[in-house]
């Protein structure tokens, strides 16, 4: 099994591939280089020898008919039948002159001596053509040529030619190059093979030292940044890999600083508790109204205390990747209503006006409790860091296009500095750590509205002017994008 995943990762690797793509390079050009010349040799071959015994044959032929050949016992008969015997030799062939009666006056063989020939080419050259024909299951060139006087104006055929040549020769030297050709072609194949999978090899060094780095990491070893700068390619894919590497660990970061920003604010109240809780073991004898002062004082620690955890626990239902929103359709006005109600006695303690204007009436579709939450925080902040002066206020808005819902949470409060506007919504994170821990703020709220927000995939804006007030602008698709 693990033997043939093997091997299936091998005919799916690059290198195979590669390997592959040389073999077709290496074979496919020299096997068509081979084919392609070695069919032209022959057939080159043969068309040289054709037109070498077509010249020679002519000659003989102009010859014989202004040699008067064909009257038995001429003076020149015997010089001509010598030169025939010689043309016969040289190409190994057999020559046939045939008389105007189509019978046989002279064969080479002396096979068909006196025999009339009566074939279609015979009758095709005493009509005054040449032919010329290439046997080449048999390997010969089969030719008739017409016996016609050059000076004979009527251009009378006395006779014909026939001349038959064996191209075995040509044949054998075929086979010879096939063989040569063959070796070659082994011989360039292996090469190439053999230095085409060196070369492969080299190339694709990279690559394993790209998986070797990125092993190393994942064992732990060595915090460097991968670096194979040999090809763009993998300097790219290092730098890729680094940035994702770089971006976990800042997330592992993040994630270390909140449990030790939880751990702090959880054991801050249990400090106070065990400090108040030593302070009335240490005096025995203390006056009830003490204990029950100091009573009071661990029971606000202990209020303190779950407030944080209610936060955190809020917080982790409204993370992001977590998301599990009871969407419902949600009459806003109503809404916002209910929330400010809830308020306004703390509003009024803090002789805060709390005001809700409603531009139209809003049907949205949201997690009804989530986004009282989120709201909730938003305004009890405007109210909590507003003015003790009595002349505090706070200003709820809601209106709305045919896509969103817009709130607006504005309050006449302390404002808050330019520099911290970036990190407000940070998890802890308070502008003044011991005013708020004064008015009972866990540096929770903003973190829990503003991930309630973008899990209804809205947005948040802060605008304020430290001294004279800030504005919470919230935007809502009325429709639920999931
Ligand atoms: P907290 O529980 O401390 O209120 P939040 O996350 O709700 O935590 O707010 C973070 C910090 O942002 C607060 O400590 C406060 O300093 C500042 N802040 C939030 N809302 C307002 C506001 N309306 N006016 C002034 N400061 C604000």
């Not at 057939?43 to 015994?53: L, Y």
């Not at 009758?123 to 017409?146: K, L």
């Not at 929103?325 to 308020?343: A, F, H, P």
Request: charged share 25%; aromatic share 8%; with cysteine.
């Amino acid at each position: 099994m693990q033997k043939n995943t093997k091997f299936f990762q091998f005919i799916k690797s690059l290198k195979f591939r590669l390997i592959l793509l040389i073999l077709v390079i290496a074979i496919l050009p020299s096997l068509i280089l081979c084919i392609g010349v070695l069919n032209s040799y022959e057939a080159r071959a043969v068309s040289i020898r054709e037109s070498e015994i077509l010249s020679q044959a002519k000659i003989l032929a102009n010859q014989i008919a202004t040699s008067e050949y064909m009257d038995k016992g001429s003076s020149e008969a015997n010089i001509i039948q010598a030169q025939i015997s010689l043309l016969t030799t040289i190409y190994d062939g057999r020559v046939i002159i045939v008389d105007d009666n189509f019978k046989v006056y002279h064969d080479t063989y002396n096979l068909d001596d006196n025999k009339t020939i009566i074939a279609e080419e015979v009758i095709r050259s005493f009509q005054g053509q040449e032919v010329t024909n290439y046997d080449e299951e048999n390997h010969y060139i089969e030719m008739t040529i017409p016996i016609i006087d050059p000076d004979d104006t009527s251009s009378t055929v006395q006779g014909v030619m026939l001349i038959s040549v064996s191209t075995d020769n040509i044949v054998l030297n075929h086979g010879y190059l096939s063989q040569v050709a063959t070796i070659i072609l082994v011989i360039v194949v292996v090469a190439t093979v053999f230095f085409g999978i060196l070369v492969i090899l080299y190339f694709m060094k990279p690559f394993g030292k790209l998986s070797d780095g990125i092993a190393a990491i994942k064992e732990g070893y060595g915090d460097d940044a991968l670096q194979v700068n040999d090809y763009t390619e993998t300097a790219l894919i290092c730098k890729r890999f680094n940035e994702v590497i770089g971006r976990m660990k800042i997330t592992d970061e993040s994630r270390q600083e909140f449990v030790s920003n939880v751990s702090h604010e959880l054991k801050t109240p249990l400090t106070s508790m065990k400090v108040l809780a030593d302070s009335i073991n240490s005096m025995p004898d203390a006056p009830k109204e003490l204990y029950q002062e100091f009573m009071e004082d661990i029971t606000s620690e202990i209020e303190r205390e779950t407030k944080i955890i209610n936060d955190l626990l809020s917080l982790v239902k409204m993370d992001k990747s977590a998301a599990d929103l009871n969407v419902t359709s949600v009459n806003i006005n109503e809404l916002l209503e209910q929330i400010l109600k809830r308020l306004q006695p703390i509003a009024d303690k803090q002789q805060v006006e709390l005001v809700l204007e409603s531009f139209r009436p809003v049907t949205a579709e949201v997690d009804e409790v989530k986004l009282t939450l989120a709201i909730t925080n938003l305004v009890e902040n405007a109210i909590k860091y507003n003015r003790a002066d009595g002349e505090g206020w706070v200003h709820v808005s809601l209106n709305a296009d045919h896509q969103y819902m817009y709130l607006k949470v504005e309050d006449s409060g302390i404002g808050i500095p330019e520099e911290s506007l970036d990190q407000i919504y940070e998890r802890f994170y308070r502008v003044d750590k011991s005013h708020s821990r004064e008015i009972g703020g866990t540096g929770l709220g903003l973190a829990i509205t503003r991930n309630c927000i973008l899990m209804h995939r809205g947005a948040i804006k802060v605008h304020s002017v430290l001294g004279e007030g800030t504005t919470f602008d919230v935007r809502i698709p009325l429709n639920y994008i999931a």
